[in-house]
């Protein structure tokens, strides 16, 4: 039976949103604060420059690649390419070439115009042209403050369950043209579906009249690599630990005590783009925060001890449906850990009724083989 009781806020729980909790970065800066490019990626925690990821040590001092996997179908909830303007305090401005937007007013601007790495003083918007300005005396020249940026966010087992990978370019003319292109022929290889499709990041050289830089790039995974990330996958798989007792017959209310763990941060306070400073290329520009990738998990088997029978039946109607469904072999195997995570948080929240609906819905929605 269908609970009556109000569940989710509208407008906060439907715009749920996964934490980044790694950076993946081929720049830095020096010691005195210049950007610096590097031959290999390093991994770092966001809003902590420079301090290395423990958890990416297994993959060397000097890693030239990782492995990962797409967490939504829909590129625009993990890629973000924009033309961007940072200040003091964050994200000023963003815009699509046409018409930018600035964060504090709202206010519609006029854009940069087609991108032009050669003649960057034809962009239309003051912003996005170089600037010439008297130091001491002497005249410098300053790149613009506003850029082309992109930034992809990605699941990766190192990095934990619960969490994302962000890499981050303001390589217009290298590495965004050439992760834009690369997305869209895995799209179309995966047949539109990339969700839980495995990827591995990587690093190309080219040249430049500045010497050798580095641009990110994508590519297949081996049969060996796909192993590997498997069995990544398999160790943060959630583990369940069932009491071995019968379930009560109705659950106890929902403890809705105010008190608990509320907190009122202003809505700046908690987008990332306001609390970063302004990108350089192949570096730090945070894209508006993306909402979790509506996806199924599933996992262990249900049969145990305290589990209803209505969720049991619900699993492996499920998961008949994913064996006998066209698409991708990783995209079954991400649903099926989705699924598992899910039904975790909801024995150890007391709605599991509510978790079987959900079976239901997502049922429903896997794609069937043609008749």
């Avoid at 998961?319 to 072999?329: D, G, N, Y």
Wanted: glycine content about 8%.
């Amino acid at each position: 039976m269908q609970s009556t009781r109000p569940y989710g806020i509208k407008g906060v729980t439907d715009n749920a949103r996964p934490p980044v909790i790694v950076k993946a970065k081929i720049g830095r800066k020096n010691e005195k604060g210049y950007p610096e490019k590097l031959d290999y990626i390093s991994f770092v925690e966001p809003g902590e420059e420079g301090t290395p990821c423990p958890a990416f040590e297994v993959l060397g001092t000097r890693p030239q690649s990782f492995l990962g996997a797409f967490p939504s179908d829909e590129t625009e909830t993990f890629v973000d390419a924009a033309w961007k303007r940072y200040g003091k305090s964050g994200l000023k401005c963003r815009g699509d070439g046409e018409i930018g937007v600035d964060r504090e007013t709202g206010e519609e601007l006029q854009c940069a115009g087609e991108y032009n790495k050669d003649n960057p003083e034809t962009h239309l918007c003051p912003h996005a042209r170089p600037t010439e300005k008297t130091v001491n005396g002497v005249l410098k020249k300053y790149p613009p403050e506003c850029k082309p940026t992109l930034s992809m966010r990605l699941v990766v087992p190192l990095a934990g369950s619960m969490g994302l990978v962000q890499l981050d370019t303001g390589g217009a003319a290298s590495s965004v043209p050439t992760l834009w292109w690369q997305l869209a022929q895995l799209r179309r290889l995966a047949g539109g579906e990339l969700a839980g499709v495995a990827v591995k990041v990587g690093i190309r050289p080219f040249t430049t009249k500045f010497g050798t830089s580095y641009a990110w790039h994508l590519e297949n995974p081996s049969p060996e690599e796909l192993r590997e990330l498997k069995e990544q996958f398999d160790q943060i798989a959630p583990a369940r630990v069932f009491e071995r007792a019968a379930a009560p017959k109705e659950l106890p209310p929902m403890d809705e005590a105010v008190e608990q763990d509320v907190y009122g941060l202003p809505d700046e306070a908690l987008a990332d783009e306001r609390q970063i400073e302004p990108p350089v290329e192949e570096r730090d520009p945070l894209p508006e925060d993306a909402p979790l990738p509506d996806e199924p998990f599933t996992g262990d088997d249900p049969l145990e001890v305290g589990v209803p029978v209505e969720v049991v039946q619900a699993e492996l109607v499920y998961k008949r449906v994913l064996a006998a469904s066209p698409i991708p072999e990783a995209k079954k195997t991400a649903a099926i850990a989705v699924m598992e995570a899910n039904r975790a948080k909801a024995d150890a929240d007391g709605s599991l009724e509510a978790y079987a609906d959900w079976l239901a819905q997502i049922t429903d929605r896997v794609p069937r083989a043609a008749a």
